[in-house]
């Protein structure tokens, strides 16, 4: 999107999670009502659910808040994960569905993470630490969507290549949308699979992907 910047990007992403969530609801009534009642193992309360996706404003904290709620569960006791969450890493599922799960109970925006563990074209914050993305995190699956405001400084962007050891003229066609300059611009993924498990309350992926694919099976 030309003229964007993170927050019309976050503003964009949530509309559009509730758009698909609200169809769900208006169109498929009745298989939300199977999935929810009638089909082995279906979540109970799946609606209310995500009726409360709809009723509320998304939480919106930055990864260092992220980082620093979960370090703060665990050392009062409240949780224990596989990996400790430290500032710098990626953050795992079980860190994003335990902030969205157990301490807000709805999706949550993470913005601002490290620019270290994200791609060179993602636009880096003034702390020169950070840069200007976005998740959607979501009770039950994680990240449903990712996105940033891309960098439009040509300067900054061929110094990212060199600091993430990628040949500046190898990418000398993407370099050149902005030699000659650029606007803010942004934009965003959702992972199809993870949202109709949301939407569904399905547990397993393999369960909603529409084109499955088994070992020995694949002829080309």
């Known amino acids: 999107?030309?003229?964007?910047?993170?927050?019309?990007?976050?503003?964009?992403?949530?509309?559009y999670l509730k758009f698909c969530v609200h169809y769900a609801l208006e169109h498929c009534a009745d298989d939300l009502e199977y999935f929810e009642q009638?089909?082995?193992?279906?979540?109970?309360?799946?609606?209310?659910?995500?009726?409360?996706?709809?009723?509320?404003?998304?939480?919106?904290?930055?990864?260092?808040?992220g980082v620093e709620l979960l370090q703060q569960a665990v050392a009062e006791g409240r949780a224990q994960f596989q990996i400790?969450?430290?500032?710098?890493?990626?953050?795992?599922?079980?860190?994003?569905?335990?902030?969205?799960?157990?301490?807000?109970?709805?999706p949550v925006v993470m913005t601002n993470y490290p620019k270290d563990i994200k791609a060179f074209y993602m636009r880096v914050d003034e702390d020169g630490r950070t840069v200007r993305a976005m998740d959607v995190l979501v009770p039950k699956i994680g990240e449903i969507i990712?996105?940033?405001?891309?960098?439009?400084?040509?300067?900054?962007l061929e110094q990212r290549c060199r600091e993430m050891n990628l040949d500046p003229a190898a990418?000398?066609?993407?370099?050149?949308?902005?030699?000659?300059?650029?606007?803010?611009?942004a934009g965003f993924g959702l992972?199809?699979?993870?949202?109709?498990?949301?939407?569904?309350?399905?547990e397993n992926i393999r369960?909603?992907?529409?084109?499955?694919?088994?070992?020995?099976?694949?002829?080309?």
């Open 1 to 15: 999107m030309c003229f964007a910047d993170l927050y019309d990007n976050i503003d964009l992403a949530e509309d």
């Open 38 to 65: 009638g089909f082995p193992g279906g979540e109970a309360g799946l609606r209310d659910r995500l009726r409360n996706v709809l009723d509320n404003r998304f939480v919106r904290i930055t990864y260092t808040q």
């Open 84 to 106: 400790y969450p430290e500032w710098g890493m990626d953050l795992g599922s079980e860190h994003e569905r335990y902030i969205t799960e157990q301490i807000y109970k709805m």
């Open 146 to 156: 990712g996105g940033s405001q891309r960098e439009e400084r040509l300067d900054v």
């Open 171 to 185: 990418l000398w066609w993407y370099l050149d949308l902005r030699r000659y300059g650029s606007v803010p611009h």
């Open 191 to 202: 992972g199809f699979e993870r949202l109709i498990m949301f939407i569904t309350g399905l």
């Open 207 to 220: 369960d909603v992907i529409p084109f499955p694919r088994a070992p020995g099976l694949c002829e080309f």
